[in-house]
């Protein structure tokens, strides 16, 4: 699948054939939308159900992220669109009123969860728990069974996930360097890249190559850093300790390979837009082979801004799969390399 628009309102309904025929053309077979709560997403959701393409809609909330307008969610279920999320990344400052993360955040969210979860059932809908911010290790599933919420794992919840790679690998951090501490040589740093500050290495091969022999830990495992693809391990062994071998869905909403992610890791390089669409296209082939039962769908890190007529520089930079911020410098078209690499 693929994360849409991040604007609920321009997300290409003035050329929405075309862009239907995009998402068939790649084979997708879910869409994350972005809706204001009141149906802003309709047409395009509908058109979706029609092609069997399964919608999941963010409805955006404002402080303090309670949904109250449960006749649009009524809507969308009765066209046959069932997976909801009412909230995102609430472990983030920027996420709360003048950034101020409260005083028993967790409490917060997890009582909202519960309501709209009973509520969004009783429409007929499914409710994931909002993503956290890659890098938060919180459980919050005991907290639901404590605040009443234990028969809405029997079938009616999943979980959304932010599972960003930061440019490592799809085994991390069970991978050569980080498990063992395998060094670059001269010509496998200079393959990657080498040492450019705009992507690849931002530091030269001898600091590199330091940073992985003092970092590299033989014992480490998903739950020691669940900063990677591998997120969802880390999430549904939380699951199992508080519910056993239940399973309920686990969904990437957000996440996968970002072209010139910054580099938080200066263990591995860059991916530059060719070395992206090569990761992204490793990742949702993995998915489709490998993954567990419970991993029920990646909608990665995401369509579009500029493209659907809306300026979002931050975003633009980070390589949507179609955008023409990299035809200059790369002789790419208006597509990331991954657009046919889907299509093909």
């Known amino acids: 699948g693929l994360h849409w628009s991040t604007n609920p309102s321009k997300w290409g309904k003035d050329r929405l054939e075309y862009w239907l025929n995009e998402i068939k053309g790649m084979s997708l077979k879910w869409v994350k939308l972005f809706d204001t709560g009141s149906g802003t997403c309709f047409e395009l959701a509908m058109r979706l159900v029609d092609l069997e393409i399964m919608p999941v809609v963010r409805m955006y909330t ?5 949904f109250l307008n449960w006749d649009v ?3 969308y279920v009765d066209i046959g669109v069932v997976w909801f999320e009412f909230g995102n990344e609430p472990d983030l400052a920027l996420e709360w009123e003048r950034n101020a993360k409260p005083e028993g955040w967790l409490n917060i969210i997890v009582e909202r969860f519960v309501l709209h979860a009973r509520q969004c059932r ?8 909002d993503a956290f911010g890659p ?10 069974i404590e605040k009443g ?4 794992f029997d079938g009616y919840i999943g979980l959304a996930l932010h599972n960003y790679c930061l440019g490592r690998p799809l085994s991390y951090p069970n991978d050569p360097i980080r498990q063992d ?3 670059y040589t001269r010509e496998e740093f200079e393959a990657a890249g080498g040492f450019d500050n705009h992507y690849a290495f931002t530091q030269p091969l001898e600091n590199v190559n330091r940073i992985i022999a003092i970092d590299y830990d033989p014992d480490i495992s998903i739950m020691d850093d669940a900063t990677c693809f591998r997120a969802y391990e880390f999430f ?12 309920i869905p686990i969904m990437t909403t957000e996440g996968g390979y970002n072209t010139l992610q910054i580099a938080e890791d200066a263990k591995y390089p860059k991916l530059d837009p060719f070395l992206t669409s090569v990761a992204q296209k490793q990742m949702l082939d993995f998915i489709n082979l490998y993954a567990p039962e419970e991993y029920f769908a990646c909608m990665p890190w995401f369509a579009g801004a500029e493209v659907f007529g809306y300026s979002a520089l931050p975003y633009e930079s980070q390589g949507p799969y179609s955008t023409g911020i990299y035809q200059s410098e790369f002789e790419l078209s208006d597509k990331l390399p991954i657009v046919d690499k889907l299509k093909n």
């Open 181 to 183: 501490g395998r060094l």
């Open 122 to 129: 009783d429409l007929g809908g499914y409710t994931l728990f």
């Open 73 to 75: 969610v009524k809507r």
């Open 135 to 144: 890098g938060t290790r919180v459980n919050p599933f005991e907290l639901i």
């Open 62 to 66: 404002l402080y303090p992220h309670q």
């Open 236 to 247: 549904s062994t939380l699951l199992s300790d508080v519910i056993g071998d239940n399973k």
């Open 149 to 152: 919420g234990e028969d809405l």
